[in-house]
């Protein structure tokens, strides 16, 4: 195997919201010692600053990754509003080439978000699309919004995630889809050990593939 500072190792982890996938990138990410980039958080930060009141484009352009680090863009609100600026193509084309720099660094690195495997890194090394029903992903985010003091109820919860999932697999410009060739993880029946335990025996195996 080449040394860890000269590998270009990419891993591409879509799947909708609450299945999981930030947890099973994390976990992977420190499992290998690859780089890790949400790039959800790239839409919420320019989602956040769109509510307040600024155009969402301009804040794609101008967006400083410190932003990434504020609390506020785990919301309920933050999340619906950054799933309708991720529709805007303008703003897409202006996250594009930082996420596309991010996966090119030596190293490697691992990518989790809605169209990374179909449009930003198509040629990744390992693709992975984590899924789950939407009733169980709804309970999820129901239980961290409330552990977190918010005030919401389920129905709620359910609903609006329907919505941005319906909006997220039907936008024009790189919907929700799992890549042809990504591998499922459906986390619905799986605890969070298990869903992780798969996804890096996953990338153990891809790895072993290239470099063997």
């Known amino acids: 195997m080449p040394a860890r500072d000269n590998m270009c190792?990419?891993?591409?982890?879509?799947?909708?919201?609450?299945?999981?996938?930030?947890t099973v990138a994390k976990t992977v990410s420190n499992h290998f010692g690859f780089a890790?980039?949400?790039?959800?958080?790239?839409?919420?930060?320019?989602?956040?600053?769109?509510?307040?009141?600024e155009d969402p484009v301009k804040a794609a352009e101008r967006l400083d990754l410190e932003t990434l680090n504020n609390s506020n863009l785990r919301s309920a609100e933050v999340a619906n509003a950054a799933s309708k600026v991720a529709g805007i193509p303008e703003v897409r084309a202006a996250l594009?080439?930082?996420?596309?720099?991010?996966?090119?660094?030596?190293?490697?690195?691992?990518?989790?978000?809605r169209d990374i495997g179909t449009a930003i890194c198509p040629d990744a090394d390992l693709k992975?699309?984590?899924?789950?029903?939407?009733?169980?992903?709804?309970?999820?985010?129901?239980?961290?919004?409330?552990?977190?003091?918010?005030?919401?109820?389920?129905?709620?919860?359910l609903t609006d995630l329907k919505a941005r999932d319906a909006r997220d697999m039907s936008r024009q410009d790189a919907p929700l889809v799992?890549?042809?060739?990504?591998?499922?993880?459906?986390?619905?029946?799986?605890?969070?050990?298990?869903?992780?335990?798969?996804?890096?025996?996953?990338?153990?195996?891809?790895?072993d593939d290239l470099y063997q």
Do not use: C
């Open 96 to 113: 594009f080439h930082f996420q596309k720099r991010f996966a090119q660094r030596p190293g490697g690195a691992v990518l989790d978000g």
């Open 178 to 207: 799992a890549a042809n060739d990504a591998k499922i993880i459906d986390t619905s029946d799986l605890t969070i050990e298990q869903s992780n335990e798969r996804a890096v025996k996953l990338t153990q195996m891809a790895l």
């Open 9 to 22: 190792f990419v891993i591409a982890i879509d799947g909708p919201a609450a299945a999981g996938k930030g």
């Open 36 to 53: 890790y980039l949400d790039t959800g958080l790239l839409y919420r930060a320019v989602a956040a600053k769109t509510l307040l009141g």
């Open 128 to 157: 992975l699309f984590v899924t789950a029903a939407s009733e169980v992903r709804a309970k999820r985010r129901f239980e961290e919004l409330r552990e977190n003091g918010a005030f919401i109820d389920y129905e709620k919860v």
